[in-house]
């Protein structure tokens, strides 16, 4: 169908050009419908051929627009480029410092708080010692740690975490801890 329609739409001298043409180039006469598919040829090419020129003339624009979009950024010596860099990479860097920072303190602070969640939870009356553990005081003797006490003296406040009562009826040392 389409060698029918594209047959009335060229002429028979166009037809005769092709032919002559082609005697003259390869120097051998064609047949009828060989000029008309030589004529269909070359249209498509023609086509193909705006099409690609388009697309190049396209490319090339866009290709300047990337040309004009790109600064090109030149240095007297390495040094002021160092420093140039070091401009550009030095925030981003403190930024992932600051996170691992944040990381690592919230890391431990965690466990901190894990591990003295568990002395409350095993230790019930540890809120009882709070102001022996503030105001006590420990010496080491013979690679042994000791609590460091004096006896209560005769008149004045009793120092909690600093003194010690001895209760001499039942023999034993009371250790104040607070009042109530």
């Known amino acids: 169908m389409k060698t ?9 001298e166009q037809l005769n050009r092709i032919r002559g043409r082609y005697l ?14 030589f004529h ?13 020129k388009a697309s190049i ?9 990337i ?9 007297k010596d390495d040094r002021q480029s160092l420093f140039f860099g070091l401009g550009i990479a030095t925030p ?5 410092m600051l996170v691992c920072i944040l990381i690592f303190w919230y890391a431990t602070s965690s466990q901190d708080y894990k591990q003295k969640r568990q002395l409350m939870d095993t230790y019930e009356n540890v809120s009882d010692y709070v102001l022996l553990m503030q105001h006590g005081e420990i010496v080491h003797k013979d690679g ?15 120092f909690i975490g600093k003194e010690y009562i001895y209760d001499q009826p039942n023999k034993r040392i009371l250790v104040p801890l607070g009042r109530k």
Do not use: C
């Open 4 to 12: 029918i329609s594209a047959m009335n739409q060229v002429s028979k």
């Open 40 to 52: 269909e040829i070359h249209e498509n090419f023609a086509q193909l051929d705006t099409r690609v």
């Open 144 to 158: 042994v740690k000791y609590l460091l006490l004096r006896p209560v003296p005769k008149k004045g406040d009793i």
């Open 67 to 75: 040309k004009g979009s790109h600064k090109s950024v030149h240095f």
């Open 92 to 96: 981003s860097a403190l930024a992932v």
């Open 24 to 37: 003259e180039k390869y120097g051998k006469l064609m047949d009828n419908w060989s000029p008309m598919l």
């Open 57 to 65: 003339e396209q490319i090339s624009k866009a290709a300047e627009a």
